[in-house]
């Protein structure tokens, strides 16, 4: 089974933050990485897909990167709205898809 | 619009059952796979179960194999779980997602969550 790390688990920002999130996989996963965020209460929202492409409808201030085992989920300037427990998720063992365990993000 | 709305959770005792749907609406359902994800008090996320457009390929998480049933039935756009001698660590809110195959495959929309307790 591959097996997703994210880090941190949890962090404090400030409204117009840049902030990072990293998500790391067991074994390469090519660009096979997506990124969800929930808000509390709500069902998780795609955010990223395939790495790098924006799911429609999200904020441009949302971007995600990498390939291979590290990738990363980038806010600029973040926003109230923002703040959310954000996921990883791999899909390169389609269809049995697993998650990393998530980053909290907290208003500092 | 697309819509996914789960139903039939509740309160259960130890190895009791829920017969859990997920009703769809706003897109041809038959066409996409979906599946079971849950969310435990406070935890992450839990892929449970998925099952292809036609239903013919079905997989579960190790956790829940042998007492969980995933189906569909698309003259009805809906998808089920039934959750046979259910655990307390069964308990979770569980959700319906639909598959969008863009350059590997993510989930692109999810229902709302019906929470799940089993607890004597």
């Known amino acids: 089974d591959i097996q997703m790390t994210q880090s941190p688990s949890s962090l404090s920002a400030s409204v117009g933050d840049r902030v990072t999130i990293t998500c790391r996989a067991s074994q390469s996963i090519s660009s096979y990485l997506n990124w969800y965020q929930q808000k509390a209460g709500k069902a998780p929202k795609l955010l990223i897909y395939?790495?790098?492409s924006l799911q429609s409808g999200v904020p441009s201030r949302f971007s995600g990167s990498g390939s291979g085992t590290d990738f990363t989920l980038t806010i600029n300037s973040l926003q109230p709205e923002d703040f959310a427990t954000y996921y990883c998720?791999?899909?390169?063992?389609?269809?049995?898809?697993?998650f990393g365990g998530g980053t909290k993000v907290e208003i500092k | 619009e697309v819509q996914l709305v789960e139903s039939g959770g509740g309160l259960v005792q130890p190895g009791g059952s829920l017969r859990l749907s997920c009703a769809a609406s706003?897109?041809?359902?038959?066409?996409?796979?979906m599946n079971w994800v849950r969310q435990a008090p406070g935890k992450g996320l839990e892929w449970v179960s998925y099952i292809s457009s036609s239903g013919s390929t079905i997989y579960y998480a190790d956790s829940v194999k042998g007492r969980f049933t995933i189906s569909r039935d698309n003259a009805k756009n809906s998808l089920y779980l039934q959750m046979n001698s259910l655990r307390a660590e069964d308990t979770a809110v569980y959700y319906c997602?639909?598959?969008?195959?863009?350059?590997?495959?993510?989930?692109?929309?999810w229902g709302q969550g019906t929470l799940v307790t089993v607890s004597s």
């Open positions: 395939a790495a790098s």
């Open positions: 997602a639909r598959v969008q195959v863009a350059r590997g495959s993510n989930w692109d929309y």
């Open positions: 706003g897109f041809t359902f038959s066409s996409y796979e």
């Open positions: 998720q791999q899909s390169y063992s389609n269809p049995l898809l697993t």
